[in-house]
């Protein structure tokens, strides 16, 4: 049966009988919409509806859906070749999409380990820190140091350096691996570093560095752990604490990376370079999905002159020919765009168009920074009723907990957002 523009699709039933979303139970009746075609910055749903697109589908759709150049690049490579194994075989977009990543990132990241989700390379990551020690004779050095309210990925290494808490560790806590925690920084972004974030991780990384391979964390904005913005001056101390004793730096810039932050990687807040950095979500521009490891010359010698003597993982999609090529081409298309004024117009226009919603009771706080626009409200929202309204007012947004936040794609007209910050407006006031 086709589907009609004003019914609900006939798949929707197969969906609601077999599918899985993200953080999901399968058989409630949780609101879910089918989506048939995207452009620009509009999701057009079956019903023949179209809403505006305030998540750039989790940090990823940075140029909006169906873009020529990435669409052009795909069809190019699609008629070359899809897909080929990486084990002994290697091919133009992989290398060139790797050279371009070790240009772009902070100067001691040189080379580039692919993988195909963000999860997976951070647990690529974690392995790299563990071998680098093993390989400097320092075998013990195979936990991780991390902050509260970080967001790393779900499988079990990154959800082991989760915060505990909105991880559910206490679920998993047998098979865990035991992380180090110290707290979220308190000190803001735009704000020194405060003694008592500076001396809680100093303080964890002198007690406990003989056991550490590295410090993770997301630098300046944790995502989805809290939707925290925290000072650059803390990250600039870490990564001098790190150096002191002789801990690794993971720098998760998944969500953060190409532009979100108003910088085209959140360290460059800091002016810090880690040693091993994490590369995801926007990588594509939103089309496929593919991650990178960065690290430098000196880890990748290390691990190479240590024993096995080779890095021990190989995912069997690793360099896929179609995910590089869209990569390369979304990078090309964002270097070639003002993307810093466009991120810096999206700031001003998320900070005086959420400015009003710091006087509704239900809110706790509202911040901003780069593209990325956040209401933190007193209570959780309801996951039944918010979702909905959004989309009866012509948006998708998507909130989690107690927030409700807009990221939307860099193109976004002026007009556009401000039909996101008046409707999130709106309806906060309705609470
Ligand atoms: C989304 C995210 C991940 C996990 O990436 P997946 O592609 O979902 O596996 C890891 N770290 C950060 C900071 C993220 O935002």
Known sequence: MPDTPDAEPDWMALDRD??????SAMGTDAPLYPVVAASGVRLRL?????LIDGMASWWC??????????????????????????????????????????????????????SDSGSVSVEVALKMAIQYWHARGKPRKQHFATLRSGYHGDTFGAMSVCD????????????LAKQYFTDSPSSRFGEPCSTADATALETLLAEQHDHLAALILEPVVQGAGGMRFYSADYLERARALCDEYGVLLICDEIAT??????????????????????????LTGGYLTLAATLTTADIAAAIREGSP??????????????????????????????????????ERQLASGL?????????????????IGVVELHEPVDMQRLPQQFVDAGVWIRP????????????????????????VTRIISEL
């Open 18 to 23: 077999h599918v899985w979303h993200p953080y």
């Open 400 to 423: 989690f907990g107690r927030l409700v936040y807009l990221m939307p794609p860099y193109i976004i007209s002026t007009e556009d957002l401000a039909v996101l910050t008046t409707t």
């Open 46 to 50: 079956a019903d023949g509806r179209e």
């Open 309 to 346: 003597g080779v890095f021990m993982h190989g995912p069997t999609f690793m360099g896929n020919p179609l995910a590089c090529s869209a990569a390369l081409a979304s990078l090309q298309l964002l270097l070639d765009s003002p993307w810093q004024q466009r991120v810096a117009n999206i």
């Open 257 to 282: 990376g190409f532009g979100r932050s108003g910088r085209l990687f959140a360290c460059e807040h800091a002016g810090i370079a880690p040693d091993i950095m994490c590369l995801g979500k926007a």
């Open 61 to 114: 759709a940075i140029h909006g859906y169906n873009v020529p150049e990435i669409n052009a690049a795909l069809i190019a490579q699609l008629d070359t070749m899809a897909h080929v194994m990486f084990g002994g075989l290697t091919h133009p977009p992989a290398a060139r999409l790797a050279a371009r990543l070790a240009e772009l990132t902070p100067a001691p990241l040189e080379t580039v380990f692919f």
């Open 355 to 371: 400015a009003p919603c710091r006087e509704f009771n239900s809110v706790a706080e509202v911040r901003t920074l780069g593209a």
């Open 164 to 175: 505990p808490v909105t991880g559910i560790h206490s679920l998993f806590n047998e098979i």
